[in-house]
């Protein structure tokens, strides 16, 4: 038997998946197997899974390469930039991103407002796409708020769409369909057909074990460019060695999450379900003026919304934190901005952002004892901030 001696170093600390040597072949082919793992999981081809670094990368890839790509190749029937349909509920690393686009003269931008319970009417979707809309992003679900939009809905107006039109822009028929479904790995469908989506964002930090790592689903037809340049991993599209540690670690992660997702749904909507009810029977919580935020039905079943009048959010979040309860006022993502979040003013546009919102996000360690636990203390603070601020 031959002494297998690393002298590739320089490669990679660990083997590399793109060297050449036995174990660089190896490690390609368990990046490859996992690749096929995470595909099966969306009902996808194995050469649609490409990996990142996170759900951010993961957008911004889908966002900004549509867009380069569009205008690179000079696409057809464009009366100006490529142009960008989304809504003002979706996650910074989308926003943010498409205002980037934006400022920099790259891309138009239409920001669909979300109804009163936080779900976008598929119909106002529609009617914002034009002749040089290269693309869609709707998330699947609100990281602050859990609502669940109507992406299969959405996906059925921009094909009726696509069927009307008189005109095909090149390389392919536009508009582009994008979900963030980040919040969603854990509790819902993620059927790439049945969805009807061409691209789809994960991110394995909302897995329990699963690795630093994010995953762009593209669907094999749709033209894509990468958006920084380097080496010509993942198929030219993200550049860099993968993770390979992460990868495995979020390929199985994920199947074993998939496994549980009914019981553990169930388990959590009990839990949240038991939570509203404490809430809304909480004596001191009902005369504060306590209002739950999204829509009572199409929601995740592990986020609680609510929001406190005049009761500034960060104080909230540091009087629970210091009793032992951890939760937040708005995307983590967000937190360092000083601003109010800004998914609770497109709910309530009278209501000031920064008082009283607070979000308490259910897992797997959750026990009724600490919804228990949380109410009581939640009462207290209430019951001892009000005489200043209400």
Known sequence: MVKSIYLDYAASREPNPSSIHELGVAAKKKLEKTRGDVASVLNARPEEIIFTSGGTES??????????????????NFTSVPHIVTTNIEHPSVLETCRLLERRGLAEVSIVPVEENGIVDPKKIRKKIKKN????????????IGTIQPIREIAKEIRHYKKTITY?????????????????????????EKLGVDLLSLS???????????VLYKKKSVPLQNIFGGGDQEQGLRPGTENLPAILKFSSALTETRKIKEKESKRLMKLRDYFLVKLEHSHIL?????????????RLPNIVSITFPKIPSDLLVIELS??????????????????????????????????GALR???????????IDYTIRILSKILTKLKKWYT
């Open 168 to 192: 095909k822009l090149e390389p392919r028929t536009y508009p582009i369909f994008h979900t963030d479904a980040v919040q969603a790995v854990n509790y819902l469908d993620l059927n790439v």
């Open 286 to 298: 009902k005369n504060i003026g306590m209002l739950v935020n999204g829509d009572h039905e199409n």
């Open 204 to 214: 394995g930090s909302k897995i329990a074990g699963a690795g630093r790592v994010g």
């Open 133 to 144: 809309t290269v693309l869609v992003s709707v998330m699947y679900t609100n990281n602050e």
């Open 59 to 76: 957008n911004n890839l889908a966002i900004q390469g549509i867009v380069y790509t569009a205008g690179e190749l000079g696409v057809k």
């Open 322 to 355: 210091a009793q032992g309860i951890m939760c937040s006022s708005k995307s983590a993502c967000k937190s360092a901005s000083g601003e109010g979040s800004y998914v609770i003013k497109a709910l309530r546009p009278g209501v000031d952002p920064e008082i």
């Open 360 to 370: 308490f996000s259910l897992g797997g360690d959750t026990a009724k004892k600490d």
